[in-house]
């Protein structure tokens, strides 16, 4: 149980066009969940806390009009990463805690590798 | 606030060697301690946690005790594998948090 996927798994894009990564809990249901992105060789950093039903709260220094994330439903949280820059291309992982866990415990998506162009 | 440093790689050793990791932490309150493995092109996968003080997280071999008094989650095996090789991340969750700190992960490589 417990498993999360995300969609694309790589995705390479022209800059100045728009990308959308889906993740998806497939066995629970996700109150939160949390948008990372990780360069090569160092580690993840938050990106923004995706809430169902509410905006998304984001970290500090990460632009809200560039990386828009959408919580739609408890199963569902698309980040869509808008006008795309080479600078841009990372890997995107994102991570979803069961609604209602007592430890809120986060379940990793595989991550989606964007190439912008 | 948080933060989580972890000894830098990358490490590489032979195998059925033994491994050590050192992980430390920096947290106000209780946080849950994690390692998280990443093999290549892959997203993270939960190792081994532990939740409370002197609480030991263990899982394929690999061993790692919450220890307090050193603020440390240093993550062991005792005798690694090929298979074994990837990235290592110790992370911190703040016990009112809903989010994670990561250290910067380590590198292993066994060689045969």
């Known amino acids: 149980g417990a498993v999360v996927s995300q969609h694309p798994s790589r995705v390479i894009c022209k800059s100045g066009t728009s990308v959308k990564i889906e993740c998806r809990s497939l066995?629970?249901?996700?109150?939160?969940m949390f948008w990372y992105r990780q360069f090569p060789k160092q580690s993840l950093m938050l990106m923004a806390t995706?809430?169902?039903?509410?905006?998304?709260?984001?970290e500090q220094g990460v632009e809200k009009d560039k990386f828009l994330i959408n919580h739609a439903s408890l199963t569902l949280s698309t980040l869509t990463v808008t006008s795309a820059h080479p600078e841009d291309s990372s890997f995107y992982i994102c991570s979803a805690s069961p609604s209602g866990a007592l430890h809120y415990e986060q379940y990793f998506g595989p991550g989606t590798r964007l190439t912008v162009t | 606030g948080n933060s989580v440093t972890q000894m830098e790689g990358p490490v590489t050793l032979s195998e059925e060697a033994f491994l050590t990791i050192n992980c430390t932490y920096t947290a106000t309150g209780y946080p849950s301690l994690f390692w998280y493995v990443q093999y290549p092109g892959e997203g993270l996968q939960l190792l081994l946690k532990?939740?409370?003080?002197?609480d030991k997280g263990s899982n394929k071999g690999f061993e790692a005790t919450y220890r307090k008094e050193t603020t440390s989650f240093h993550l062991e095996k005792g005798s690694v594998q090929v298979s074994d090789s990837a990235v290592y991340f110790c992370?911190?969750?703040?016990?009112?948090?809903?989010?994670?700190?990561f250290g910067a992960g380590t590198r292993l490589t066994v060689k045969p």
């Open positions: 066995d629970f249901q996700a109150t939160t």
């Open positions: 532990a939740t409370k003080a002197d």
């Open positions: 995706s809430n169902e039903g509410s905006k998304a709260t984001y």
């Open positions: 992370a911190l969750r703040g016990y009112n948090n809903n989010d994670m700190r």
